[in-house]
């Protein structure tokens, strides 16, 4: 299966300000490519703090083009995803370390827990099942961080504004307790690009 992490970040690496306000920090141009790798992978992932937070759509929605919309999936360890959630619907797969219980029509799986959250072999293995051969990240900084310390990112999809949130910013990517530079994961950049007033950086693991 290949994973693919996507970022929407300042300059400095940060998703949101320290409140969380978030949107938008790309341009509708950056957004219109986010939605083109969206409509390229069978799934997109994301963490319940995002859901809870944005309340996203997690679709495919491209200008005058009908898109086979990605299987919709929620990292949610402790069931915390509202049945008012537009993801708590069709096309959604839920995986958590709690006992099941439904939530709207999504379809809720408990998986393998490590540290009281889905462990991410387990989370590969429920996607493969699935039938997922590709999955879009987009966030948060914790999910980012799990995929990333299990060496489970094939390739980052960067979109960069050009602007500056400090370091009371929330960052794309949360701690990867690193004791060596030698241990952190590394990447060979395919391609730097601007898309409207944003860079397009992507990368492959090493």
């Known amino acids: 299966m290949r994973v693919t992490l996507k970022l ?61 919309q990605p299987l919709r999936v929620v990292l949610d360890s402790r069931l915390r995803t509202p049945c008012t959630a537009k993801v708590a619907g069709e096309n959604t797969l839920i995986l958590t370390s709690a006992e099941p219980q439904a939530i709207g029509s999504a379809k809720v799986r408990r998986v393998e827990a490590e540290d009281g959250r889905p462990a991410i072999p387990a989370v590969l293995k429920a996607l493969k099942d699935a039938g997922v051969t590709s999955v879009l990240i987009e966030g948060g900084g914790q999910v980012a961080a799990s995929f990333l310390r299990a060496k489970a990112v094939d390739a980052l999809e960067w979109f960069r504004a050009p602007m500056l949130l400090g370091g009371e910013g929330r960052p794309c990517v949360a701690a990867l307790a690193l004791a060596k530079l030698s241990d952190a994961p590394k990447f060979r950049r395919l391609g730097v690009e601007p898309v409207g007033a944003d860079l397009w950086e992507r990368y492959v693991r090493l």
């Not at 939605?35 to 994301?46: K, Q, S, T």
């Open 8 to 68: 929407a970040t300042s300059l400095d690496g940060r998703i949101a300000t320290a409140s969380g306000e978030s949107q938008w920090i790309t341009g509708e141009a950056a957004r219109l490519e986010g939605h083109r790798l969206r409509a390229a992978h069978d799934a997109i992932l994301v963490g319940v703090a995002t859901v809870l937070h944005d309340d996203p759509e997690l679709t495919a929605r491209l200008p005058g083009r009908a898109v086979d």
